[in-house]
């Protein structure tokens, strides 16, 4: 049985390694999905935006780069453009060119943070492959507001850092390898309990 949680808000965060694992999932994330996505991922100011149609190549969810006001909305993905950070407040999206974080603009923290005041208990933060500590401060966020965190696992990862700082400075809910990810989302959102999410996952030394 579910938790009769309703998680309908999805943010996801990365660096190195960031576009395939995005790539992927968009690709096996289902078109209706039940629950607006938000991705951020560190990408460079100057060169044009082409990210949006790198992403779209092979998604059954599509993603583009949101306008000012933008609803954040079920069955839609959203990636931060370059040189911005993107937020939600009142369910729409905000574009905001405020200073950087963790040497990034766009930045995962931001993104986090906001959802987690904005939603609640509604959200589920995802940390994926990268260097550094961007995403740890948002996920501890998401998590202070009730919501889910979820961290790939570093073995999986071609890039560590990120998912190992989450597991030393939070608690995290599940540890997940990228192929099981767009599994273990369908679950959370259809209101599947934490413990159901972990058994798709499939890494047993997770934490009950």
């Known amino acids: 049985m579910g938790d009769e949680i309703k998680r309908d808000v999805i943010v996801i965060g990365?660096?190195?390694?960031?576009?395939?694992?995005?790539?992927?999932?968009?690709?096996?994330?289902?078109?209706?999905?039940?629950?607006?996505?938000?991705?951020?991922?560190?990408?460079?100011?100057?060169?044009p935006s082409i990210l949006p149609d790198v992403l779209n190549r092979n998604a059954k969810l599509r993603c583009c780069e949101p306008k000012q006001g933008a609803p954040f909305a079920p069955g839609h993905a959203y990636v931060a453009p370059p040189d911005h950070h993107m937020l939600v407040r009142e369910g729409l999206v905000r574009i905001e060119r405020g200073p950087k974080h963790?040497?990034?603009?766009?930045?995962?923290?931001?993104?986090f943070q906001s959802v987690?005041?904005?939603?609640?208990?509604?959200?589920?933060?995802?940390?994926?492959?990268?260097?550094?500590?961007?995403?740890?401060?948002?996920?501890?966020?998401?998590?202070?507001?009730?919501?889910?965190?979820?961290?790939?696992?570093?073995?999986?990862?071609?890039?560590?850092?990120?998912?190992?700082?989450?597991?030393?400075?939070?608690?995290?809910d599940v540890v997940f390898r990228l192929r099981t990810l767009p599994n273990v989302l369908q679950a959370l959102?259809?209101?599947?309990?934490?413990?159901?999410?972990?058994?798709?996952?499939?890494?047993?030394?997770?934490?009950a």
């Open 14 to 47: 990365a660096s190195a390694g960031g576009v395939e694992a995005f790539s992927f999932l968009l690709e096996h994330l289902p078109a209706d999905l039940p629950a607006a996505v938000g991705m951020t991922l560190h990408r460079s100011p100057v060169f």
């Open 102 to 111: 963790h040497h990034s603009r766009p930045a995962i923290d931001p993104l």
């Open 116 to 172: 987690a005041v904005e939603y609640g208990s509604r959200v589920i933060g995802v940390l994926l492959t990268g260097n550094l500590s961007d995403g740890v401060a948002g996920l501890i966020a998401i998590k202070n507001h009730g919501g889910l965190c979820l961290t790939q696992d570093p073995a999986d990862a071609p890039y560590p850092s990120m998912p190992q700082h989450a597991l030393a400075f939070d608690h995290v």
């Open 189 to 207: 959102v259809a209101g599947e309990r934490v413990a159901r999410a972990r058994v798709i996952a499939g890494l047993p030394e997770q934490r």
